[in-house]
């Protein structure tokens, strides 16, 4: 199973490493052997100290010794050296798999949110994404690089050691490692009470950085309004409460850790050896050079664990962050009808067919919708607010899909075609403009990447940008966010020049030229009207003025059409329409009036 298909079966951390469980289990067999090996070096001291010990002469010793010493010196050293070097190999092997699942998780993700609904954006703080791509993803290094080759030495360390200190005497054996179960108790229970708190902490975390998100896009509002202390207020509730929930989530450590630290420290588990030595050797069952094997190895098995503790704290956090990361790559998708279209529609006709929608089950915002947007046509969708137009164009995008009924595309439901395809022949220019940080000529281009200067110019042209963008000292080159700040118009006009260049044959506008002044909104709905020849374009509009000569308008209220045609036939019925237009559009009248004309249907 690939990452950007994982299994709900099974446990999130498990699927996210599944492509390097294998290399990580190799990272840590290979630290476990190497730390073995690097243990050998203390059973040879003892052993040359045994031997040097048990000589009655040392006359005579140092030339009895020469031989054995020198093997055991050299089988050390040559175990010293194979050790360091299998723990290295695992490290690098554990690293290497950790920049693996780290790529690979990077590009699942973005192929997943490439395939999911455009809506599923607008539920979502761009915070939360963030996190879960990037920090998230960081945080499981210590899971990945770190945990496994830590699991092992420590293993390794402690099989090693016991093996060794039990073929040594087992009555020492056992006193020796006493230290060592207590310090799991403390430390077990250190995990527990710091894992109960451990989701508060990880929305403590999101919270910060939705606040964070939240302030800095809203800092030139918040400056305008003269409501810094409220916007402030907000971010310090966070900081916070996040201060709260890191004190909940460490106070249990404190104490707990502090105990099961100073269980496995190096003099304390040497006391407990030499302090039981004393006594067995007291009672002659061993003689002070054997105690001495004890007094070497139990401590080394002090830092391995050690290392083990400070590891596994951070793993609460990875293992958080591994269930965010799958949580994200189970993200429902758009899904794709039984009998993908293999040939794609060459007509841009839209249908749309007794289409609903509705966010839940008590509150639907469209019902029973039909009508039809002919090639080289201008559809205007018009209504109060809330009436369901924007929804109406974002179901037309595949925003979402219909909760009833269907949309075609020349025959063909949307749903059967991919996205890529399908935004290729829908262009769309929405309220909120989303610019990439790249330069001017990359963001009108970047739907066709390929496009020319000239090209782009044309394309400009159209969208009344061109002479604004030569005006900058660097004009086309000139990269958002760095070397202009562009007005909200004139983002818009960016946008729009960028769907001009794509030339779908759909042009879906959702009050695109809301941000532009009177002159230039004039000039655009020009060049919208120039472009359109020959191509199907809906136009969702708040002021009637600006939709009369449309071929279609569609009057909508409360999700459902109330009337439709052209505006001439609008107003010759003397209906809700031309009560509207009475009261001389959705700006110009009363908001109370508006309300009154188009109450129900």
């Not at 089950?361 to 919708?369: F, I, N, T, W, Y």
Request: proline share 4%; with cysteine; hydrophobic share 50%.
């Amino acid at each position: 199973m690939s990452v950007n298909e994982p299994s709900a079966d099974t446990g999130s951390v498990s699927q996210v490493l599944k492509p390097i469980r294998g290399r990580l289990i190799v990272a840590g067999l290979l630290a476990a052997i190497g730390t073995m090996l690097t243990m050998v070096p203390l059973a040879g001291i003892a052993h040359i100290a045994q031997f040097a010990m048990g000589q009655a002469e040392m006359a005579t010793a140092w030339a009895q010794m020469q031989g054995p010493v020198w093997r055991v010196v050299i089988i050390s050293l040559g175990c010293l050296f194979l050790g360091l070097t299998l723990i290295s190999m695992g490290e690098m092997v554990a690293h290497l798999a950790d920049n693996h699942i780290t790529g690979r998780l990077r590009l699942a993700i973005t192929r997943r949110l490439a395939k999911v609904p455009l809506g599923w954006f607008t539920s979502r703080a761009s915070g939360e994404v963030k996190q879960a791509m990037q920090d998230d993803i960081g945080t499981l290094h210590s899971l990945t690089a770190h945990f496994y080759t830590t699991l092992g030495r420590t293993l390794g360390a402690i099989l090693i050691s016991m093996i060794y200190l039990f073929a040594m005497d087992w009555r020492m054996a056992i006193v020796s490692l006493l230290p060592f179960p207590l310090f799991f108790l403390f430390f077990s229970r250190a995990t527990k009470a710091s894992g109960a708190n451990m989701q508060s902490f990880g929305a403590g975390m999101a919270r910060i950085n939705n606040a964070v998100v939240e302030f800095v896009n809203g800092i030139p509002v918040v400056k305008a309004f003269g409501v810094e202390g409220k916007a402030h207020g907000s971010y310090r509730e966070a900081v916070d409460a996040f201060a709260d929930a890191f004190t909940d989530f460490t106070r249990p450590l404190v104490s707990a850790m502090a105990n099961a630290h100073a269980m496995i420290a190096p003099v304390a588990v040497l006391g407990v050896v030499l302090a039981f030595g004393t006594l067995f050797v007291s009672q002659g069952w061993i003689t002070p050079v054997e105690v001495l094997p004890f007094a070497l190895v139990a401590p080394g098995i002090c830092a391995p664990l050690l290392l083990l503790s400070y590891i596994t704290h951070d793993l609460n956090n990875a293992t958080g962050a591994a269930q965010r990361v799958h949580k994200l790559l189970q993200t429902p998708v758009l899904e794709t009808l039984a009998g993908e279209a293999t040939t794609l529609p060459a007509q841009a006709e839209i249908r749309v067919e007794h289409v609903g929608y509705s966010y839940d089950a008590e509150h639907p915002v469209l019902s029973d919708v039909s009508f039809t947007l002919k090639p080289g046509t201008v559809t205007a969708i018009v209504g109060a607010s809330g009436s369901g137009k924007s929804t109406l164009a974002r179901l037309l995008l595949r925003f979402f899909d219909p909760s009833e009924g269907r949309i075609t595309l020349g025959g063909v439901d949307l749903r059967q075609i991919e996205s890529a395809q399908l935004y290729r022949r829908i262009g769309f220019v929405l309220q909120e403009v989303r610019l990439i940080h790249a330069s001017l000529r990359d963001n009108i281009a970047l739907g066709r990447p390929s496009a020319n200067q000239q090209e782009i110019e044309d394309a400009a042209r159209t969208a009344n940008i061109h002479e604004r963008i030569l005006a900058l000292p660097r004009g086309y080159d000139s990269v958002i966010g760095e070397d202009v700040q562009l007005s909200g118009g004139e983002l818009q006009r960016v946008s729009i020049a960028r769907a001009v260049l794509l030339a779908p044959p759909v042009l879906v506008l959702d009050e695109a030229t809301a941000a532009a002044d009177a002159e230039n909104e004039v000039k655009l709905q020009q060049a919208l009207s120039r472009f359109a020849q020959g191509r199907t374009l809906m136009v969702i509009a708040h002021r009637l003025d600006t939709v009369m000569h449309a071929d279609q308008i569609i009057l909508i209220d409360n999700g459902t059409i109330c009337e439709q045609g052209r505006h001439h036939e609008l107003l010759a019925r003397n209906g809700r329409y031309a009560r509207l237009w009475a009261l001389g559009g959705y700006e110009q009248g009363s908001e109370q009036g508006s309300e009154q004309a188009v109450s129900s249907c």
